[in-house]
Each structure stands twice: as C-alpha cells, then as structure tokens.
C-alpha cells in the first residue's frame, strides 16, 4: 500500500515562508502525478497544485505567484514551497495521490499564518 508523509508545516507570520514535504512510498512515484490539498476550519478541502509526473503544473488561482510545486522522483518527494503568506493560507495541508481510483492521503500537516 502507498504511504505518504506530510512534515514542514508551522506557524509563520504573514509574509513568511514555509517549505512542505511529501515522502511517497513505493515504486510508482515517478509515472504518476501527485497533488497537494488543503482544508481550512470550516472550509472544503481544495486542490492547491496537481504535480504530474514530468513535473509539469496546475496551481489554484489564489496560489499563483506565490506558492511553488516540485518535485524529486529520485527521492520519491514533492514539495510545496509557499512565499508570501497570508492568514488565509491557514489550513491543514495534504498530500495526495491516485491509483487505479484508489485515493491515497498523508496524514497532513498544519499551516498557521498569523497577523
């Protein structure tokens, strides 16, 4: 079974930076995109980027210019790296992926950006 593990969440004053981790068990990381969600108190969980396999993007708008998807298939890792915070960037943040209609989840890591 696919494990995924969250780590580099915290708490950062607006305007900050914090850089998010993703292992990913297994040997299928590379064929395979893999997506970073977020849910905030109260709130949805929304696709923040989508990271295919050959690295390519999709970013949600509010994300844009800001927030920077990645990743390192020789070490089985994605990252998040988020600039310029805002306080409504706070939310739990996820890792993500799908095989053969199987949905795979990290067990998140928390994000808190303070005024």
């Known amino acids: 079974q696919v494990q995924l593990v969250e780590s580099g969440g915290g708490l950062v004053q607006a305007g900050g930076s914090l850089r998010l981790s993703c292992a990913v068990s297994g040997s299928i990381f590379r064929a395979i995109p893999i997506d970073w969600y977020r849910e905030a108190p109260e709130k949805l969980r929304e696709l923040v980027v989508r990271i295919f396999s050959g690295s390519s993007l999709n970013y949600l708008d509010s994300v844009k210019g800001r927030f920077t998807g990645s990743r390192d298939n020789a070490k089985n890792t994605v990252y998040l790296q988020m600039n310029n915070l805002k306080v409504e960037d706070t939310a739990v943040y996820y890792c993500?992926?799908?095989?053969?209609?199987?949905?795979?989840w990290g067990q998140g890591t928390q994000v808190t950006v303070s005024s």
């Open positions: 993500h992926l799908n095989i053969g209609g199987a949905n795979y």
